[in-house]
């Protein structure tokens, strides 16, 4: 099947080889064949193929708003019950945000049935595809026994392709007095068992949760039962956990609020992708990380939601976008960039999060005409049409 998109405007394709770090092209079109970019270019030079398939296949008009890749939302919680919304609402009132929250939502998670927490996975999928999410990684991590942690793996696995093991998030209630005890279950049981079923093992090594030699011992052993390993690290103090990243080779090193000029790096070095979660400051008042610095080490950065119910409540990629420009110092090119090409290397998927020949034709329209007003316009609604595979997924066509 061929689809012949026209009339855009402006055109992101993240092509390293293009001009600027976007690779935009105005006026251009895009050739997509069997869910896959076959073409992408200026209207005027598209081949004849592309003119060919204006007559042969579906043809889409972008209405001269912009076309840039789905985003790659590399960090979020789906599998969980329970409200937390007082807990935030204190937290505005001045209370600290710290890590024990999570035990609130382990226990409603464990007490739903598996049909609740699914219907409400997918209800939170729907609302990021409606704001132009087209590739999710989920993470288990408020299950934390063998059987919950598989169950919510099973639950995962159902919607997408990027699941990630959590089960060392923090330490559950029956083992707050034997921490090494819960780690042994991690690694000599859940591990074992959730192989085949996790394609990423990951850690929260913080205070409060669990150290650097704990998180190192659960990320090796996911290694060695075919896992990759990310980290959540340095979000609350400045700790070994960055370098401890850049030590086991971890795809990604995710919040990093506090990183060192040594961290940044070693991150560097090692190729690391930092992946900066704007909606959880937004959310705990944390200070915001300054992306220009971590740039100027020569570090990947991502952007991602991190939505859970306790620090970060939001599933839209353009809000994360808007706060990384205004509160983060990111440029507006280069939070679109870590919201589509930085995801993607935070997952190791060069197959998506561009538009160029061979991507997965992941993309969305925007009722705007540049990407700009991402940023420009926060708050407003300017997804028009998301596209998975070539196959259109969500609609709006009353955007502004």
Not at 38 to 63: F, H, L, M
Not at 126 to 150: C, F, H, M, P, W
Not at 174 to 196: F, K, N, Q, S
Not at 280 to 285: A, G, K, L, M, Y
């Amino acid at each position: 099947m061929r689809t012949l998109v026209t009339d855009i405007a402006e055109l992101v394709t993240n092509d390293a080889d293009g001009p600027g770090l976007l690779g935009i092209v105005t006026d251009a079109a895009l050739l997509i064949e069997d869910g896959r970019v076959r073409w992408a270019g200026p209207a005027a030079e598209a081949p004849v193929e592309a003119a060919g398939a204006a007559a042969a296949a579906e043809r889409v008009s972008a209405g001269g708003g912009a076309v840039i890749p789905g985003f790659v939302d590399s960090h979020t919680h789906l599998v969980f019950a329970g409200d937390r919304s007082a807990e935030f609402a204190a937290r505005m009132a001045g209370q600290p945000y710290t890590a024990g929250g999570i035990a609130a939502t382990v226990a409603a998670t464990r007490s739903a049935s598996t049909a609740d927490l699914e219907d409400n996975l997918v209800r939170l999928l729907r609302q990021a595809e409606r704001s132009g999410t087209t590739t999710v990684e989920i993470k288990t991590g408020y299950g934390l026994s063998l059987d919950e942690e598989l169950r919510a793996l099973d639950i995962i696995n159902r919607h997408t392709d990027e699941s990630t093991l959590l089960a060392a998030h923090v330490v559950p209630p029956e083992y707050r007095d034997d921490p090494e005890g819960y780690v042994d279950l991690v690694v000599e049981r859940i591990i074992p068992a959730a192989a085949g079923r996790a394609r990423w093992v990951d850690a929260f090594c913080e205070v409060g949760a669990f150290t650097e030699a704990q998180a190192a011992r659960v990320l090796t052993a996911g290694r060695e039962h075919g896992m990759m390993p990310r980290l959540h690290a340095n979000q609350l103090t400045a700790s070994g956990a960055l370098q401890l990243a850049a030590r086991l080779g971890c795809a990604s090193a995710d919040h990093a609020t506090f990183a060192t000029e040594a961290d940044l790096a070693a991150l560097a070095a090692a190729g690391t992708v930092v992946t900066l979660l704007p909606g959880v400051e937004f959310s705990t008042r944390q200070p915001y990380p300054d992306a220009r610095r971590y740039l100027a080490a020569g570090v990947i950065l991502a952007l991602a939601t991190d939505c859970n119910p306790g620090s970060s409540f939001t599933s839209s990629m353009p809000f994360c976008i808007a706060v990384a420009v205004r509160d983060m110092h990111f440029t507006v090119e280069q939070a679109v960039w870590s919201a589509t090409a930085g995801g993607a290397a935070a997952l190791r998927r060069p197959d998506v999060g561009r538009l160029t020949a061979g991507a997965r034709a992941d993309f969305v329209i925007l009722a705007a005409p540049s990407h700009r007003y991402l940023a420009y316009r926060p708050g407003v609604d300017l997804v028009r049409r998301v596209y998975r595979d070539g196959r259109l997924i969500s609609a709006r066509e009353d955007c502004p």
